[in-house]
């Protein structure tokens, strides 16, 4: 239920050739290139190292070269995901939020409280009609709006602090 619009990228190379106004995600589009050209070697690596014949390979150069160009390819982007795309990227809290409001998941909290079939409910009817769970709840529930957000909260049931 997530997945878009969570995070705003630096506008490395803005534009599009059919859409205007697009932000290309340049380095992580390189990161994808990166991970293909390392899968490679690794296959190149893999071949050659079934090569060896009586402690003897011919292909060891081979390895070498590739392992080495892995590495590369792997420090340099790994600096550009750093620096360029992890350190300037935005997030759009506001759209989390709203998007986590609305996950059906979190009807699982109020499981214990008003039994499965009933959060059931709740779950099918917030996400048909895409409303949050804690608004669904409320008019399907006798449980006030306070319990309902200390059930429901996201922090609280993500962390090991959570009380039987």
Same mark, same amino acid.
């Given at each position: 239920?997530?997945?878009?619009?969570?995070?705003?990228?630096?506008?490395?190379?803005?534009?599009?050739?059919?859409?205007?106004?697009?932000?290309?995600?340049?380095?992580?589009?390189?990161?994808?290139?990166?991970?293909?050209?390392?899968?490679?070697?690794?296959?190149?690596?893999?071949? /050659?190292?079934? @090569?060896? #014949?009586?402690? &003897?390979?011919?292909? !060891?150069?081979? $390895?070498?070269?590739? =392992?080495?160009?892995?590495?590369?390819?792997?420090?340099?982007?790994?600096?550009?995901?750093?620096?360029?795309?992890?350190?300037?990227?935005?997030?759009?809290?506001?759209?989390?939020? /709203?998007?986590? @409001?609305? #996950?059906?998941? &979190?009807?699982?909290? !109020?499981?214990? $409280?008003?039994?499965? =079939?009933?959060?059931?409910?709740?779950?099918?009817?917030?996400?048909?009609?895409?409303?949050?769970?804690?608004?669904?709840?409320?008019?399907?529930?006798?449980?006030?709006?306070?319990?309902?957000?200390?059930?429901?909260?996201?922090?609280?049931?993500?962390?090991?602090?959570?009380?039987?």
């Amino acid at each position: 239920m997530s997945g878009l619009a969570e995070i705003e990228l630096e506008a490395l190379q803005p534009g599009s050739s059919i859409m205007p106004g697009k932000v290309n995600p340049v380095i992580p589009e390189a990161a994808t290139m990166v991970a293909a050209q390392v899968i490679g070697h690794d296959a190149s690596i893999t071949l /050659a190292g079934q @090569s060896g #014949n009586f402690e &003897l390979n011919v292909m !060891l150069p081979l $390895v070498a070269s590739n =392992l080495l160009q892995s590495i590369e390819l792997l420090t340099n982007i790994a600096y550009a995901l750093a620096d360029k795309a992890i350190a300037t990227f935005k997030v759009n809290e506001a759209n989390i939020v /709203a998007s986590l @409001s609305r #996950n059906p998941i &979190l009807v699982t909290a !109020l499981n214990p $409280v008003i039994g499965y =079939l009933k959060a059931a409910e709740i779950a099918k009817r917030a996400y048909q009609e895409q409303r949050p769970v804690l608004e669904v709840a409320l008019e399907m529930t006798d449980l006030s709006e306070s319990e309902l957000m200390s059930l429901l909260d996201p922090i609280k049931l993500t962390s090991n602090r959570l009380s039987p």
